[in-house]
């Protein structure tokens, strides 16, 4: 019996030699979970490619999501801001596209850009305040 290491990330790869193993076959590689739990920040856009419905109403459902999941966000014409510790930021991207393939959306592109500060923080706010008026 294989125990995973809580919290830990496992990779499998197909055909790799195990340690002390002359043939092919599965290894398993275990990588513990070191993402910190500062702010950080994501642009997310959904650009529904479907002829059922408007595009806009795909869209829409998916700012709900974002609006349900309570993270802060910023709509804007193009995409949406959202902002949170890393965990919430990439289960909110997650959520969207679950709940698009959920509803039988027939086919989307997600473009998302995510910023990272290794060591604290990284907010909109702080990108842009010397911009606003």
């Not at 856009?45 to 709900?64: F, G, K, N, S, T």
Request: aromatic share 10%; hydrophobic share 35%; glycine share 6%.
């Amino acid at each position: 019996m294989e125990i995973k290491p809580e919290g830990s990330l496992v990779i499998i790869i197909p055909g790799l030699k195990a340690r002390g193993n002359s043939k092919p076959g599965i290894s398993k590689i275990f990588y513990k979970k070191i993402m910190h739990n500062y702010i950080i920040n994501a642009s997310i856009q959904i650009v529904p490619i479907v002829q059922d419905r408007h595009p806009y109403e795909w869209v829409d459902e998916a700012i709900a999501v974002i609006q349900q999941s309570g993270i802060k966000y910023e709509v804007g014409p193009f995409a949406t801001v959202i902002e949170g510790k890393y965990d919430d930021v990439m289960k909110v991207i997650n959520d969207i596209n679950e709940y698009l393939y959920s509803k039988n959306c027939n086919e989307w592109i997600c473009n998302a850009q995510i910023q990272v500060r290794s060591k604290g923080d990284i907010t909109g706010e702080e990108k842009t305040e010397k911009f606003v008026k």
